[in-house]
């Protein structure tokens, strides 16, 4: 069986951005729930599972400085080669996002999960996810999750998913954050299938 690390090297080194299950053209959810928070130039914004996203060239023509995180060293050499060096304000970091984060990687001001918590399985790997929110995000930052809902598919891109409700999301995050917006979110993927999520907006309050 491969390591995480393969199997994801394996699908952003042989499919088409594009013919990925989960390829969104826009990141316009994402971005409604940035509207809320502020102003994000100058801001440091941390992508975990950050693949290759569009919401990357959104950031960073708003002037954000970018983490961009992902356990898949080819999804980041495709961001590197579309760039093209237009961006310099970017912090590299290739590793499963629920080990322990480098002293080095700056605290952030905002965290954006799209859909990559919900592939951590494991209470031990949910765990280390969040003690990295924790550990990074800067008291009176903000945290958005984009996951699959309680009645979204069970898998995706053939691994199994732990799926959530915002209930779960506000626990596991515990009493340091406040819940300021959510909302439930069909998304309709490349292949035509309905795929429900639950948005989610936090501050970090203490």
């Not at 959104?58 to 080819?74: H, K, P, T």
């Not at 080990?99 to 280390?128: C, K, Q, S, Y």
């Not at 008291?139 to 996951?147: D, K, N, P, Q, T």
């Not at 069970?154 to 915002?166: D, E, F, V």
């Amino acid at each position: 069986m491969k390591s995480n690390r393969e199997h994801w090297n394996a699908i952003f080194s042989e499919s088409d951005d594009s013919k990925l299950g989960w390829y969104e053209n826009d990141a316009s959810k994402t971005i409604e729930l940035l509207d809320i928070i502020q102003e994000i130039k100058g801001l440091t914004v941390f992508l975990p599972g950050a693949g290759t996203s569009v919401l990357i060239e959104q950031l960073i023509n708003r002037g954000a400085e970018l983490v961009l995180n992902d356990i898949s060293i080819e999804a980041l050499n495709k961001v590197k080669e579309r760039l093209q060096g237009k961006c310099n304000k970017i912090h590299w970091l290739c590793q499963d996002i629920s080990l322990p984060i480098a002293e080095a990687i700056p605290n952030v001001d905002v965290w954006i999960d799209r859909a990559v918590l919900h592939f951590l399985t494991d209470e031990n790997d949910i765990n280390g996810y969040f003690n990295n929110v924790e550990s990074k995000l800067k008291v009176g930052g903000y945290v958005i999750f984009a996951e699959f809902s309680k009645k979204g598919a069970s898998k995706c891109a053939g691994l199994t998913l732990h799926r959530y409700s915002i209930e779960e999301l506000s626990e596991r995050l515990n009493s340091s954050f406040r819940l300021v917006s959510s909302f439930d979110y069909t998304f309709i993927n490349p292949n035509g299938d309905s795929r429900p999520y639950v948005y989610g907006l936090y501050k970090r309050v203490k």
